[in-house]
DNA sequence: GAAAATCTGTAGTCATCGATATAAAATGCC
DNA sequence: GGCATTTTATATCGATGACTACAGATTTTC
C-alpha cells in the first residue's frame, strides 16, 4: 500500500511565483534601499506580478517584512547562538562577533547597494508595525549579549553590551555609507581591543 | 539730518509668524520624529499657519530642512572647532568629543522625544535633496576629524575616525532608542579609552 | 486717498502610497 | 462534463504626501 503522500499540487489555480523566491527577493530590494523607500509597487513589479498576488501571499507589506525578517535571522543574520556559546572566553567571543558582523555588513560584488544589517536599520522605518518587527529581534539579540556577558562579567555586562551594541550600529550604517571590508574589520579590531582591556581590568 | 535708516517694517502685510522662531519649532520636530516622519501639514499646523505662508517663507521642505541644519550646527551641533583646536592632546580631544557627544545627544526633561544628532538621522531620511544636505554637513566633520587627527597621527588618522565616527553613530543611535545620559558616557568612555590605547601603540 | 507691494486664507492640484472589489482563468475532484 | 477551489488580471479606492492658483487683506509709499 502506498502511504498518505501529501499532494504536490493543491487545487485551484496554481501559482504563478514561488513564495519563497519572493521574500528572497524583497529581502535584497529592503535590505539595499530600506523599508520605506521599497513600495509594494516597486516589489510586484520585481516579482511580475499584480497586487491582488501579493496581498493574498502575504497580507500586507509589514507581513511581507516579517516573512523577510524570519528568513534574514536565519540566513543572514548573526549566528549568535554559535559565537556566543557557552563557555567559550567573553573577550574572544565579542571579538568574533565584532569581526563577523564587520564581514556580513560590508557589501558584496554581488549587490553592492545591500549592505548593513536588515534588523537594525530596520527599526530606524516609518511603519510601526515593520519597526516593532525590527525591535523584537534586535531586543532578542541585545538580551543574548548581555546574558551571556553576564554570566561571568556581570558587573560589566550593562556597560559592555552598550557599547558592543553601539559599534554594530556604527558599523551598519558605515557600511551603508559605502565603507569596504577592511575599513569595518579594522574598526571592529579596535572596538574589540577596548572590550578586551574593560575585561581585564 | 537723520542718516538713511533701514526700515524696520517692510511694505506690505506683515507676516504672523516669525522664520526664527518657525526653524527652531520644526528643529524640534525633526529632532524629534525625524525628517520623513514629520509633514508639511504637521509644521503649519504646530506654527499656527497656511501651507502658502510656508513656501513663501522656505520655498520647500527640504528648504527649511537647510535652514533647520543651518541653526542646529551653529547652536546645537559639536563644537568641533573649540574640541579639536590645533594643539590639544588627540587623545584628550576625542575623548572631550566622545563625551560632549554623550551629553548632547541624550534626551533632556524638557523634550524626551528629541534625542541623538540631527546631522546623523537627517542622513537616514528618503528625500534626496534633505539627505544630501545632512551629508555635506557630516562629511565636512568627519573631515575635521581625520585632519586633525593626522596633523600628529596620519597613519592611525583613517582607522581612529572611522571607529569615533562609528562610536558617535552608535551612541546617536541609543540615544534615540531611549538610553539615558549615564549609559551613554560609559559607552562613550569605553570608546575613549581604546582611543587612548591605540595611539599609544 | 490711491497705488504698489507683500502676506494670508480657501480650496484646491497632482502624484503616490497601501490595499481591494470584481470577475475571469486555471486547476483538482467527482 | 460540471463543480468547488484557488489564483490571476483589470481597474480602481481612500488617504496622504508635497505643493500651488487665486483672490482678498494689510501694510508702506507717494
Known amino acids: 500500500m502506498t502511504t498518505d503522500f501529501p499532494s504536490p499540487r493543491p487545487r485551484g489555480r496554481p501559482r504563478k511565483f514561488d513564495p519563497e523566491m519572493a521574500v528572497a527577493t524583497a529581502q535584497a530590494m529592503f535590505l539595499a534601499r530600506g523599508y520605506d523607500a521599497v513600495s509594494v509597487a516597486d516589489i510586484t513589479e520585481a516579482l511580475g506580478i499584480n497586487p491582488p498576488s501579493f496581498y493574498a501571499a502575504f497580507g500586507s507589506k509589514a507581513g511581507l517584512f516579517a516573512r523577510v525578517l524570519e528568513r534574514y535571522s536565519r540566513c543572514n543574520g548573526l549566528p549568535l547562538e554559535e559565537l556566543l556559546r557557552p563557555g567559550r572566553p567573553v573577550d574572544e567571543a565579542l571579538a568574533a562577533l565584532l ?93 574589540a581591543r577596548a572590550v578586551r582591556a574593560a575585561l581585564a581590568s
Chains 1, 2 share one sequence.
Request: hydrophobic share 50%; aromatic share 4%; net charge negative.
Open 99 to 191: 569581526e563577523e558582523a564587520a564581514n556580513r555588513y560590508a557589501a558584496n560584488a554581488a549587490d553592492p547597494a545591500a549592505a548593513g544589517c536588515l534588523v537594525l536599520e530596520g527599526q530606524r522605518c516609518n511603519d510601526p508595525t515593520a519597526r516593532e518587527a525590527a525591535g523584537a529581534l534586535n531586543s532578542a539579540a541585545v538580551e543574548a549579549i548581555r546574558a551571556f556577558i553576564a554570566a561571568r562579567h556581570p558587573a560589566q555586562a550593562e556597560t559592555l553590551t552598550d557599547y558592543v551594541v553601539a559599534v554594530l550600529t556604527g558599523l551598519s550604517t558605515a557600511a551603508r555609507a559605502g565603507q569596504g571590508r577592511e575599513r569595518l574589520l579594522a574598526t571592529a579590531g579596535l572596538a
